[in-house]
């Protein structure tokens, strides 16, 4: 747990030194007044939580405050530590099926980070959790696209089942599904082609994809992963809502968190969209996705 909260330490300094280092001033105030309320809550919603999740946040520490009197900073700042746990508290996704092959989709839009962290979560899953992935390459549309996973897929030791640019991406997955059961392997991992989550069309052919998962294997496709750029602050959750409902996402991969200072998305995302946040990105190596932890993420941002 240590080792988890220094890691998230290290990958939200921006956000922490930007936002939350203010919100734990705030609380510490020696005379806590309607004007700190005030600026708590514009603070909060400076770090991209939300208007609705700041403003019930605030509320319950206001509520808390006049129940019982408190005035001590270590008293208030812990009560604010556990308030933002829970709103991070979102049931995890099921777990992805033993035997095979299970079959995960991670989807999202242009420049998301969606291709690297795939190959990323490959290399977690089979080396954390002893699961024997291959690689979908169904962003067709791009060569580079293709390019860039082959090329991971390389040095990560995974396997890449890949077509033609574009080419067909429900005829990729067929073939990553049927190249899995040949080679004994129990997880697809599809890279889906990045797409704005405004444009109907392209919605519409992801929902194709997952119906060729869908006939391929019973109860496929049994994940999906969006991945968000957390440095798209507010823009993230309208992205997270038009892929839910689309695609059925099942939990979110939070990246660029290193370099953003909108680490308070987190917790729109799960108090507005109900979606658990899964991993995290903290930075550019393959060790830097790292499994959510809500209270490590907490501690990293009030602390430091």
């Not at 609705?52 to 019982?68: A, F, M, P």
């Not at 939070?254 to 969209?273: M, P």
Request: proline content about 5%; hydrophobic content about 45%; some cysteine.
């Amino acid at each position: 747990m240590l080792s988890s909260i220094k890691n998230f330490a290290a990958g939200l300094a921006r956000t922490r030194q930007a936002v939350f280092g203010r919100i734990a001033n705030l609380v510490g105030a020696t005379e806590i007044t309607a004007d700190t309320w005030d600026e708590l809550e514009s603070t909060l919603i400076q770090a991209d939580m939300g208007v609705v999740v700041s403003s019930q946040l605030v509320e319950r520490l206001k509520n808390h405050v006049g129940e019982t009197g408190v005035t001590r900073q270590h008293d208030l700042f812990a009560f604010l530590r556990g308030e933002l746990i829970a709103l991070l508290s979102v049931p995890p996704p099921p777990p992805l099926p033993a035997g095979g092959p299970a079959v995960l989709m991670m989807v999202g839009v242009n420049g998301s980070g969606k291709t690297t962290t795939a190959a990323k979560l490959a290399k977690v899953l089979r080396d954390r959790e002893r699961r024997k992935p291959i690689l979908a390459a169904a962003d067709t549309f791009r060569a580079a696209a293709i390019g860039q996973l082959q090329e991971w897929g390389g040095r990560i030791g995974v396997d890449v089942i890949a077509g033609q640019p574009n080419g067909d991406p429900g005829a990729v997955v067929y073939d990553a599904i049927a190249a899995a059961r040949s080679r004994g392997r129990d997880l697809v991992m599809v890279d889906t082609a990045g797409r704005l989550h405004t444009k109907f069309n392209l919605m519409e052919e992801l929902k194709k994809v997952r119906g060729v998962a869908a006939k391929a294997v019973p109860g496929a496709p049994h994940s999906v992963l969006l991945v968000l750029d957390s440095t798209t602050g507010q823009n993230a959750i309208a992205q997270a809502r038009a892929f839910k409902e689309a695609v059925g996402v099942t939990g979110v991969v939070l990246t660029k968190l290193d370099g953003s200072a909108k680490g308070g998305v987190a917790f729109a995302i799960c108090r507005e969209l109900a979606l658990p946040i899964v991993y995290v990105g903290l930075g550019e190596k393959v060790e830097d996705l790292v499994a959510f932890d809500p209270e490590a993420f907490v501690d990293g941002l009030l602390s430091g």
